[in-house]
């Protein structure tokens, strides 16, 4: 099973920016198309962003042209950049490859207040 451990997560401003880092266990070309996911209390965790391995790239609508999801593979490492942060967008961040069954790592948690 492939592991993630994420991180960067902390306390924003509306209007801030953070930066989450995801490590993976595996060489990220040799699995397929990775997601970025939220989770915010009470609610069902969603898929924010993905990246393909040709580096297409698809948002969901509330993190168009604010977030951006990209890759080191270098570094075996997925990232997503967080702009024009919103209260909403309060939530804990995983990653975890599309579709698959791996165990979800701890998250990273973002929160959005003034």
């Known amino acids: 099973q492939v592991q993630y451990v994420e991180s960067g997560g902390g306390l924003a401003q509306p209007g801030g920016s953070l930066r989450l880092s995801c490590l993976v266990s595996?060489?990220?070309?040799?699995?397929?198309?990775m997601g970025w996911y939220r989770q915010a209390p009470g609610k069902q965790r969603e898929l924010v962003a993905s990246?393909?391995?040709?580096?297409?790239?698809h948002y969901a609508d509330s993190a168009k042209d604010r977030f951006t999801i990209s890759t080191d593979r270098v570094k075996n490492s997925v990232y997503l950049q967080l702009s024009r942060l919103k209260p909403e967008d309060t939530a804990i961040y995983y990653c975890?490859?599309?579709?698959?069954?791996?165990?979800w790592g701890q998250g990273t948690q973002v929160t959005v207040s003034s």
């Open positions: 975890r490859r599309i579709g698959s069954f791996d165990p």
């Open positions: 595996e060489t990220i070309s040799s699995i397929g198309m």
């Open positions: 990246i393909s391995n040709g580096g297409t790239t």
